[in-house]
């Protein structure tokens, strides 16, 4: 058995099915990195950051989730079905930890940490049914402890993800 990292409570084992992960960021990386050059690393570590969150959101829920898989321009994480208001907690895990990720970029570059956050500001809106926006806001239509949790995780994301993009103009 191989060792795992402790992660809140759940072991995180990096065994076979990470190969796919592993193959798929790869190639992703190195098309990114050819084609945009150091901000499309930038918007890479965001996306591994935002695709973590959505897999570790189902890590401490409980929720059955394959390993995140990265392809140009889309990732996804793959998890069973959960009532809506799970759907909106695992939905803002992503854009939140995305937007985290773009404020460690921001001793480096506010032009990298600006496009991470533009890629999660545009995450959040509820326009197309497979952005997250829309399936927090399909997930907060009843209070529950998950639609709560998910309205300040998906705020907060909404706030520092705005900075970030922000930066943009002023700088």
Known sequence: MSPGVKTVGTAL???PKWLVTIKSLTFTSAFNAVLFG?????????TVAHEMGHYLACRVLGVPARTPVFMPFTSYVEHVPVPPDVEALIAAAGPFSGSLAGLLLLPFSTKAAAVVGAVQLFNLIPFLPFLDGAKILRGITEVTIYSVIAIVVAGVALIVSSFETALWFLG
């Open 38 to 46: 150091w901000i499309g690393v930038a918007v890479v570590i965001g």
């Open 13 to 15: 084992k990096l065994g």
